[in-house]
Structures are given as structure tokens and as C-alpha cells.
């Protein structure tokens, strides 16, 4: 009698638990970014639970320089956990491809992102999205006011205003120009030819029109960028081809700089160092009134393991991370990384604010290098900052440069060919 | 007749380092040697024979890189053997001198150097050099030559260079101690018996020493080369994987992992990696055979 007493309590708390399982489901979410650890566990998490009762969410970084390759033997393994934090472009096409992402096309929520938004996470042909987009980072100059105010300069709008700034701050003598180096190469590339470049090819339109072939990077939309780079060796700092990235962000902030080519990463850190004024300007047109292109890239999304246990719980866990309340929380818990939707966010941080204005003024576009064109050897991204350097300090014409790109990208890339 | 038993001691004796070094150095050895004959097709591997090397030696395009990387190797082997070595042997001999005072203290500062890690070498030397918190331009502005200083490590024209000499600094310790071991070996007598005939002073260390250290000359050379082929570490410390400014600083150290492992965009592809270690086992491979056969044969050596 009592064994059965007992038998009977033990199947009734195995039933109990059983039920409590069924009702909790449990997602965990694989991520590179252990830096926001404590934003997934205090807000972003939170909120979602309270909304949706009976899913629990747990956020597991992992180092990331380790992330790319701990998350593959994960998946190979079968332990990943449901929700993946992607990458962009090749490295979470090629997780998609080996049936590890699934297609998240048919998710509604995926109409709040735009074309541009949803490109890094796609296949080649565009008819499967397997991430919800994220956040990006958007590319600009960060400026120092007082020293702007002291010098009694206004924000430029035009190349000319903008070397004509720099000129002025040259003759006054008292601040760097421009605090970039080209050390470690790739700020040339990516602070410099494209930050500015879009403007020149017209952004989407030309990098679209590169990636099918019908541009080269010959023509002077793709090398003109270099002719204006290579203006700017004139307004860097004394032996700036030695100075690294992490010496031009000491210059800029320690006041010693005027102007620092940037991307919207910067903005925290910047933050908590300088304690001077700073705003920001885009890069500079050609005329007054031509359309405006920024460089807003891609560069955090989250996609859903295929071998989930609970698809359904991960689908309702992207379609909050695509509302606009999610944009919300993590805009202002990481200023300078943007939400993708289209939904306009209210930015508290006034720099951050100033560079996600610019979404409303001017045509999007990514980085130019990043999308298909940068599969084969010799890597176009790469390569890139090379010629960003050498056209910096003047050692190659722009010309020369846009041909050995050209002969470089098509010695492997067919629509070039 | 009595067969010779089997001295089963010494196979045991032997058998820890023999089964350490083949599974930890022989078999990954021959494995990358392997690994450089396949390729990856439409994510399958296939076996292509030599096609990497020739990819590697005539594809434009990889060969560019490759002999790139190779002649700045050259270059840095080039350096050490006309910088590290000579100032090796002079410390040498300065620190075997009779009356020096402090000796021990020398010997130690200068060996130190040798025992930091790449990274902190590479580090420090970055800041020393820098142009904007570094100390080289303020020391050059005390002695009046300001206008010698440049930002050496961003210039393409003198960053390997710079390098090669900071790696100098860093290492010349080790032909400093072989070669005061080497001089500690003469017997006195014999510099005695010289200097009855008249030889003392600078003829003294040319004449009699400097024979009897050559040897140990050629087994440093010998090492230098072999580190110097095989190095990495200082240029990825310094430089980065992209070895920069435009691959003037690029090594076949670099060149290598830059393909095995990829960077930035770059995917990795260990079988063109493999073939690149494989060029790199070779030339070591050579270079040390040309020593051993070519010079090492006909060096005339003295009994003590």
C-alpha cells in the first residue's frame, strides 16, 4: 500500500513536471556578442517574457573570434541552440546552404525591413531570407563642435565646404585635421573609400550594377573616390602612415583632432572619452542638392536553427525581434548599432540620433566590397584596402588602382569577365 | 652460436620521445605535405597531385604574393646575417675580454630581450616608433636630428627593414652566448704561444680565435636562417595578417596563415595554405642540406 502511495506520488510529479515542460518552452540564442550580455539579460529579455508567457529565453555568447567556428561543430553536433545570431553575407549563406538556417521568408514580420536591409541574409538570387535583420552600422564623421565653434566653422555639406574646412583648420594650426591613419589599412577602406564612395556610384544602383557586370571598376564612378582620398593625405596628422586605429581615436579624443572619419560603432565608446562637444555630418555630395548616399551596413541578424525543437516558440521570438519595440530597446541600450525596420525609433544619444537622421535624407546602401564580390582570390575587400592606402599616400594613380581591382575581380568573377 | 638477444631497454628507453615527437612533428608534417595534393570542389575534397604548386609558382596571381613574400624573406634573412651576427660575435668578444668589469650584467641585459614574447617585442617597438606618443622623434629632436625620423613602420620602403631590426634586437643575445661559449673553449696556451711569436691584440682575435670559432659561425648562420624562414610571430605582432603597408612586410610566415585560416572576408583554404607550408619545408629543407653538404663538409676544423 504505502509503495503504491509512493509510486503514485512519484508518476504525479513526473506528470506535473512534464506538464510545466510543455507549457515553458525554453529557446537559447547563440551569439559572438558577449559585450551585451548584460542588455540581452536585463531588457531585451524581460520585455519579451513578459509579453509572452511560457517562453524562456537564454542568451549564450561565446568569444567572438571563437563564435564562427564554435557555432559550426555546434550545429555538426547537433547541440546549437535555436535561435543564431548571423553574421552577414557568405559566412551565415554558407550555415543556410548546409540546411543549418531555415528560410524565413514567409514570416510577416519580415516586411518591416527593407531590400537593402534584408540583403545581407539572403541568397544570391534574393528568394530566401533566412535572418531577421538586426542592426547596422551607418558611416559619417564625427566632428569636434568646440573646436568647429572656435574656429568658426559651419558643418560642410559639399566636397568643397569640406576641404575648404579642412583647409581652414590647417592654417589655424591648433588641431589636427584629420585624425586617421593608414597603418592598419582597412579605416582607409572602410572610414575612407566606403564612407565616401557611395555618393560617387550612386549606392545601390551601382554596386547592383557592379555585381552584375554591367559596371567595372574602371569606370569613374569606381575611381574617383581614390582621386578624393587622395586629397586627404594633406590633412593628416604627422607620420600618419604610422598610426593605427586605436591612435586616431586617442587624437580625436583627446581634443586633438578636429574631424574623425567614422562609423556609427565609435558613438559609445567616443561617449564615455571625449569631453568635448561632438557631432556629425555625412559624407559631403558633390553639388549642393544632389541626393545624398550613406553606407548603413548590414551587420547583425538572427536567424532560427532548423533543427529546433520549438519552431514555433523561435518564430514568435523573430517576429518580436522585427517589431518595433525591439528596435526601441536596443537602439538606445547600444547607441551607434541601428535597428533595420523601417519603423522610425526614437534615439535618445544626441550623436546617435544625428547619424540615423541621415536614413531619412539620403539613399541606403552597404559597404560595396561585402556581397558575392568578395568570394574568390584575390579577396575584393581585401584588396580594397590596400588601394585605399596607396591612394591615400599617392603611391598608385587612381586609375591604376581601379585597373588592378578590375583585373583582380575579374580573373575569377564571370559577370565581370 | 649464440644470437644476439634483443636489447629490449633501449626500445623502451626510446620509445616516450620517439611516439611524443612522431604524433605531435613527423605525422602532422607529412599530413600538411599531404593535405597541399587535395582541393576542395563543390564542398568535396579532391585529390589534384601538384596542382596547388603550380597554382602557386604560375598563377599570376598567387605567384606575385609568393615570390613577394619570399624575397622579403630573403631581405630579413639578409639583415640578421649582416647586423645580428657581426654585432653577436663583437659582444662576443668584448664580454670574453679578461678585464671587462660588469661582465655578468651585460651579458644578462642583453640576453633578455631574447626571452620576451613576440607580442610585448612587437608592441613596444610600435610605441617606441610611434609617431605621435612614441619617444624615437623626441630622442632625435635632443640630439638635434629631428629630421631623420620617419614613420619607419608605415613607409613601404623601410618598414621591413625596421622590422628586421627590431628582430635583430631582440635575438642577438643567442649568437652572443654561442659564440662567448665558443671563445671560453680557446686555451690559454695557445693565445699564449701566439703571443711569443708576436701576435697579440686584434691579430690575436683574428688570427687565432676567430678560426677556431667558425664552426659555431656556421651553426649560427645556420639557425638564424631556419628562424628567419620559419618567422611570423614579430611581423603578425606588428603588422597584422596583411602584413602591411601594401605586403612590403609580407613573409611566407604570413602569406601562409593568411591563406590556411583567411582574414576578414577572406575564407581559409588549408590546401593552398598546405602548399605554401610545404614551398616553405622545401626551401628550409635546401638551405640547410647546402650548409650541411656544401659547407659544413669542407670546413677545416682544429684539434684543441
Not at chain 1, 394 to 416: F, H, I, N, R, V
Not at chain 2, 139 to 144: A, S
Not at chain 2, 259 to 276: E, K, R, V
Amino acid at each position: 500500500m504505502t509503495r503504491n502511495t509512493l509510486k503514485l506520488a512519484l508518476l504525479t510529479t513526473a506528470l506535473v513536471a512534464t506538464g510545466a515542460q510543455a507549457q515553458d518552452v525554453t529557446l537559447t540564442i547563440e551569439s559572438w556578442r558577449n559585450d551585451d550580455l548584460t542588455l540581452w539579460q536585463d531588457q531585451i529579455i524581460p520585455a519579451f517574457e513578459a509579453e509572452h508567457p511560457g517562453i524562456k529565453v537564454e542568451f549564450t555568447p561565446s568569444a567572438p573570434a571563437e563564435y564562427n567556428a564554435v557555432l559550426n561543430s555546434k550545429l555538426d553536433a547537433g547541440s546549437a541552440g535555436d535561435l543564431i545570431t548571423c553574421r552577414p553575407f557568405d559566412a551565415s549563406l554558407a550555415l543556410y546552404q548546409n540546411g543549418h538556417l531555415s528560410d524565413l521568408s514567409d514570416l510577416d514580420a519580415m516586411g518591416n525591413f527593407s531590400d537593402v536591409a534584408k540583403s545581407a541574409w539572403q541568397t544570391d538570387d534574393g528568394s530566401a531570407t533566412f535572418c531577421v535583420p538586426m542592426a547596422s552600422v551607418i558611416h559619417g564623421f564625427i566632428y569636434n563642435k568646440d573646436a568647429f565653434a572656435e574656429l568658426g566653422l559651419e558643418v560642410p555639406e559639399t566636397e568643397a565646404e569640406f576641404f575648404a574646412v579642412l583647409d581652414a583648420i590647417k592654417a589655424d594650426g591648433s588641431y589636427i585635421p584629420m585624425a586617421m591613419g593608414t597603418n592598419d589599412q582597412w579605416e582607409a577602406a572602410t572610414m575612407g573609400y566606403n564612407n565616401i564612395g557611395p555618393n560617387y556610384w550612386k549606392g545601390e544602383e551601382g554596386r547592383l550594377a557592379l555585381i552584375a557586370g554591367d559596371q567595372k571598376l574602371t569606370d569613374p564612378q569606381w575611381t574617383a573616390p581614390y582621386e578624393t582620398l587622395a586629397r586627404w593625405n594633406d590633412y593628416l596628422g604627422d607620420g600618419y602612415e604610422a598610426q593605427t586605429y586605436p591612435d586616431s581615436q586617442n587624437i580625436f579624443t583627446l581634443g586633438r583632432a578636429a574631424i574623425y572619419p567614422a562609423g556609427s560603432w565609435e558613438v559609445s565608446g567616443f561617449n564615455a572619452l571625449a569631453d568635448f562637444e561632438m557631432g556629425a555630418f555625412k559624407p559631403p555630395v558633390q553639388n549642393a542638392g544632389d541626393t545624398c548616399y550613406i553606407s548603413d551596413h548590414t551587420d547583425i541578424g538572427i536567424g532560427m536553427n532548423a533543427a529546433t525543437d520549438n519552431p514555433e516558440a523561435a518564430r514568435t521570438f523573430l517576429a518580436w525581434v522585427a517589431s518595433p519595440e525591439f528596435a526601441e530597446i536596443f537602439a538606445n541600450a547600444l547607441p551607434g548599432f541601428f535597428p533595420l525596420s523601417s519603423a522610425p525609433v526614437d534615439i535618445e544619444d544626441p550623436l546617435a540620433a544625428e547619424f540615423v537622421s541621415w536614413r531619412g535624407e539620403c539613399e541606403s546602401t552597404i559597404r560595396s566590397t561585402y556581397q558575392i564580390l568578395s568570394r574568390g582570390t584575390p579577396n575584393l575587400e581585401n584588396e580594397t584596402w590596400g588601394a585605399s592606402v596607396a591612394a591615400i599616400k599617392g603611391t598608385s594613380s587612381p586609375e591604376e588602382l581601379g585597373q588592378k581591382l578590375q583585373d583582380g575581380l575579374a580573373s575569377w568573377y564571370a559577370p565581370q569577365q | 652460436m649464440k644470437r644476439a638477444r634483443i636489447r629490449w631497454h633501449i626500445l623502451v628507453f626510446l620509445a616516450p620521445a620517439v611516439i611524443v615527437y612522431t604524433a605531435v612533428m613527423i605525422f602532422p608534417l607529412f599530413n600538411t605535405l599531404r593535405l597541399a595534393l587535395y582541393s576542395r570542389v563543390d564542398q568535396e575534397r579532391v585529390f589534384v597531385g601538384l596542382q596547388n604548386f603550380q597554382t602557386l609558382f604560375f598563377d599570376p596571381i598567387w605567384s606575385e604574393q609568393f615570390w613577394n613574400a619570399l624575397g622579403n624573406n630573403f631581405w630579413f634573412f639578409l639583415i640578421h646575417m649582416l647586423v645580428q651576427n657581426p654585432i653577436g660575435i663583437a659582444l662576443a668578444a668584448l664580454l670574453s675580454h679578461p678585464r671587462l668589469r660588469f661582465a655578468a650584467l651585460y651579458r644578462s641585459a642583453i640576453f633578455i630581450p631574447t626571452i620576451l614574447s613576440f607580442v610585448i617585442v612587437g608592441f613596444a617597438w610600435k610605441l617606441i616608433l610611434s609617431p605621435i606618443w612614441g619617444i624615437a622623434p623626441e630622442m632625435l629632436d635632443w640630439v638635434g636630428l629631428k629630421s631623420l625620423y620617419a614613420p619607419w613602420l608605415g613607409r613601404e620602403e623601410y618598414a621591413l627593414t625596421t622590422l628586421a631590426l627590431v628582430s635583430v634586437w631582440q635575438f642577438v643575445g643567442i649568437p652572443m652566448m654561442l659564440i662567448y661559449a665558443a671563445l671560453l673553449t680557446v686555451p690559454e696556451e695557445i693565445l699564449e704561444a701566439g703571443e711569443v711569436d708576436g701576435i697579440t691584440g686584434w691579430a690575436a682575435f683574428w688570427k687565432i680565435k676567430l678560426p677556431l670559432i667558425l664552426p659555431s659561425i656556421g651553426i649560427i648562420s645556420i639557425l638564424t636562417f631556419v628562424g628567419n624562414f620559419n618567422a611570423f610571430d614579430l611581423i603578425y605582432a606588428a603588422q597584422g595578417a596583411l602584413a602591411g603597408p601594401d605586403f612590403s612586410t609580407d613573409i611566407l610566415g604570413t602569406f601562409m596563415y593568411r591563406t590556411f585560416f583567411g582574414f576578414q572576408l577572406q575564407l581559409g583554404d588549408p590546401h593552398m595554405g598546405s602548399a605554401i607550408a610545404g614551398a616553405m619545408f622545401a626551401i628550409i629543407l635546401v638551405g640547410v642540406c647546402i650548409y650541411l653538404f656544401g659547407i659544413q663538409t669542407r670546413m677545416r676544423r682544429y684539434q684543441l
